[in-house]
């Protein structure tokens, strides 16, 4: 089992900044992807970021944020993190983070909320 909490989130004005935080209660180094997720209201969830560990670590983003976020980890304190600039009203939602093993389990942390006024 693995709890996941992220914080970061809040109200901000279009053209500012967030960094989201994601704490896991274990180790990240085995898993098969981290990612951030979005859910706006009347919306479904959609991929913002992710880090596919299989590959080497390599990223993807929604064409949606490209340029303006960016997603990393540290292993050693067990955290992802999304660095987020230039953000608009569109990305006011609830952003969760993901962590999927290659077992194929699943973990959802309870997310955290981000608003943006224009």
């Known amino acids: 089992q693995v709890q996941l909490v992220e914080s970061g989130g809040g109200l901000v004005q279009a053209g500012e900044s967030l960094r989201l935080s994601c704490a896991a209660s274990?180790?990240?180094?085995?898993?098969?992807?981290m990612g951030w997720y979005r859910q706006a209201p009347g919306k479904q969830r959609e991929l913002v970021a992710r880090?596919?560990?299989?590959?080497?670590?390599?990223?993807n983003y929604a064409d949606s944020v490209k340029d303006r976020f960016t997603i990393s980890r540290d292993n050693n304190k067990n955290m992802v993190y999304l660095q987020m600039d230039n953000l608009k009203p569109e990305d006011t939602a609830v952003y969760y983070c993901?962590?999927?093993?290659?077992?194929?389990?699943?973990?959802w942390g309870q997310g955290t909320q981000v608003t943006v006024s224009s």
């Open positions: 993901n962590i999927e093993f290659y077992s194929g389990t699943n973990y």
């Open positions: 274990r180790s990240i180094f085995s898993t098969r992807t």
């Open positions: 880090i596919i560990n299989v590959n080497g670590g390599s990223t």
